[in-house]
Structure formats: structure tokens, C-alpha cells
């Protein structure tokens, strides 16, 4: 990354990140946290607690991470709308010449066509 991108790149710490952080951050500890789901009598539907802790979380953190690109995309869509990075201006020369000039080919090669 160039000097110049980083200068103009913006707040690195939003509230955008922050939220897809914590989308990110959350399933780690739900999972990682043994006391959470450390029971041996808790049962749902015959299975162990920890089997349905589990599952229950693979659902979850789809849902969380599909979250955080949301948040992210988003804001990076906003500062590239706010900054003009998606607005690259044509000059008029070139879209004056640009038509005539596939209309000028499509004619020469019509005409080179009709002289084989």
C-alpha cells in the first residue's frame, strides 16, 4: 500500500469494524468457553447439550460472519461513493470519436467483405 492510499484511506477504527468485529469475535468465545456448555444433565431431544451447543453455533456464525461482510462492504461502498474513486470522467473527444470510429471499421469491414 502506497503512502498516498493510506493518507486518504480514512478512519480505520469505525463503528462498522467494530461490529463485524464483534461478529467475528463472538463464535470463538461461545465455543471456546468450556464452562458454557460443561453440563452433563442437560439434554434436548435425547442428545447432549454440547452436540446441540454446537450445531446451534455452525448456524449462528454463518448468520454473524455473513453480518460482517455486510457492515464492511457497505462502508467501504460509502467512502468510495464519498471520495468519487468510482467516478472516472470520459473527455468529450473520446466519446465524440469513439462511435465514429466503430461505425468507420464496421464500414471498412462490410466493404472488404463485398470485394472478396
Not at 40 to 61: K, N, R
Not at 62 to 84: I, Q
Request: net charge negative; with cysteine.
Amino acid at each position: 500500500m502506497s503512502e498516498y492510499e493510506r493518507s486518504t484511506r480514512g478512519q480505520v477504527l469505525t463503528p462498522a469494524r467494530i461490529i463485524a468485529a464483534i461478529c467475528v469475535i463472538l463464535p470463538f468465545v461461545a465455543v471456546l468457553y468450556v464452562p458454557i456448555y460443561d453440563k452433563d444433565e442437560s439434554e434436548l431431544g435425547g442428545f447432549p447439550f454440547f452436540f446441540w451447543w454446537q450445531l446451534l453455533w455452525v448456524a449462528v456464525t454463518a448468520g454473524l460472519m455473513g453480518l460482517a461482510y455486510y457492515v464492511v462492504r457497505r462502508e467501504e461502498l460509502a467512502r468510495k461513493a464519498a471520495s468519487g474513486a468510482g467516478n472516472v470522467a470520459v473527455p468529450d473527444a473520446v466519446q465524440d470519436t469513439a462511435p465514429d470510429a466503430v461505425a468507420d471499421a464496421d464500414t471498412q469491414n462490410a466493404e472488404e467483405g463485398d470485394a472478396e
